[in-house]
């Protein structure tokens, strides 16, 4: 078969333990259907900056720009916390989204039938509950300049945000193009009461909208669909939004599924190329205890199959396992309701890997 070569940053705090748990579902996939690939590991993050000197290393770089796809645990922790901007592990992540081109991050969360116990909703609301945020991933207020500078009041900083319109119809066009392979519905979230960039972005949205006659479009403002994703998640179906609405929007969707440790992700540019990490980050307050969720990062190579390698097959298998397994009642500590029958990560990793099958 051929060889699809994937780049593995595993990073900081659980990231290495779910990224662990990842590559025991690659190797099984690879004895199940004959695929190959090569991993090639690279250092990112706070252990890049205590190793390396810099967060986002050129030989990380590298690696990454020569696979196919990247498969990425998370970075960040308190040690890193009071660097200075250019030695933050967080500025690592922003570089790499950057330079490999991927403005669309996508955050599926769909809520297991029998996890609807485990989250902090009600089980007859999230009923049914199946959405995909469409993050744009490189531009708004993360990208844009910020300084420091002194005002009447003291020092000032300043973040700005910026959007022009190729940025908004690129990411704009897949909301709609995923809308249409589901259910045909797209929110376009944005603040566009008070925002310039949100008006421009809305003024896009209602432009190519025609094209898509289709697809049924509401625009939700941010606030207002924050509280609408808690009152009625279910009659969501695609939420096509900027950077940080998106970043946000997605920890709230997170817990209609019942725990941040359930959620994948996909960055994507324009071509197949892709990066795949959970949603959630580097957990410091329970790294190194082994008790941490896999899932994520498991559905993130799910996703990875799908969208990057079409491999639709060995994407379904992983995604029954993992229904199996909680299907089955074994639950990690984020996602149990009785504690005390947790089990921990490796163990979660081995019962998913064992269920894969064809
Ligand atoms: P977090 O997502 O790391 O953790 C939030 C809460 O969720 C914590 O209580 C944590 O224990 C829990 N949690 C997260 N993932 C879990 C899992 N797989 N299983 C069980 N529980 C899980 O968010 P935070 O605490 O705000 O951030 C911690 C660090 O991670 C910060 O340095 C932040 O910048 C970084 N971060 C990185 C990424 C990324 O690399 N993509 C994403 C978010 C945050
Ligand atoms: C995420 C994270 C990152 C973001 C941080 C760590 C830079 O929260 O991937 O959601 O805000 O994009
Ligand atoms: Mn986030």
Same mark, same amino acid.
């Given at each position: 078969a051929e060889v699809k070569k994937i780049a593995v940053i595993a990073g900081d705090g659980i990231g290495p333990e779910v990224v662990g748990e990842a590559i025991k579902v690659l190797k099984k996939t690879e004895e199940l259907f004959g695929y190959k690939f090569e991993l090639e590991h690279g250092l990112f993050g706070g252990i890049a900056i205590d190793e390396k000197g810099t967060p986002l290393p050129q030989e990380t770089l590298d690696i990454c720009q020569r696979a196919d796809a990247v498969l990425l645990g998370a970075v960040g922790g308190p040690k890193w916390d009071n660097n200075s901007k250019e030695l933050r592990p967080e500025?690592?992540?922003?570089?790499?989204?950057?330079a490999?081109?991927?403005f669309s991050n996508i955050r599926p969360a769909v809520v297991f039938d029998c996890l609807k116990d485990a989250s902090?909703?009600?089980?007859?609301v999230l009923e049914g509950t199946d959405l995909i945020v469409v993050r744009e991933l490189t531009g708004g207020i993360y990208f844009g300049e910020k300084f420091r500078r002194e005002? $009447?009041?003291?020092?000032? $900083?300043i973040d700005t945000c910026v959007y022009n319109v190729q940025e908004i119809e690129r990411i704009v066009r897949q909301g709609f193009e995923i809308a249409q392979k589901r259910r045909k519905k797209? $929110?376009?979230?944005?603040?566009a009461n008070v925002l310039e960039t949100s008006r421009l972005w809305r003024e896009t949205v209602n432009k190519i909208a025609p094209e898509y006659p289709d697809v049924e479009l509401e625009h939700v403002l941010v606030d207002n669909c924050a509280m609408q994703l808690l009152r009625r998640p279910s009659s969501f179906d695609v939420i096509v939004t900027e950077n940080m609405f998106g970043d946000i929007l997605s920890d709230e969707a997170?817990?209609?599924t019942g725990s941040i440790g359930m959620l994948s992700s996909a960055s994507l540019g324009e071509g197949s190329f892709g990066l795949y990490e959970p949603v959630h980050g580097s957990a410091p307050d329970i790294a190194g205890q082994g008790i941490s969720n896999p899932i994520a990062t498991i559905l993130s190579v799910a996703l990875m199959f799908q969208l990057t390698f079409g491999y639709a097959e060995a994407a379904e298998v992983i995604e029954r396992a993992v229904k199996q397994v909680l299907d089955a009642g074994h639950r990690t500590g984020d996602i149990a309701v009785d504690k005390s029958q947790a089990i921990g990560t490796t163990a979660m990793g081995d019962l998913i890997v064992a269920a894969m099958v064809r």
């Open positions: 500025t690592g992540l922003l570089g790499i989204r950057k490999l081109g991927l902090t909703l009600k089980p007859e005002g $009447a009041g003291g020092q000032e $900083a797209l $929110a376009s979230v944005d603040k997170a817990m209609l």
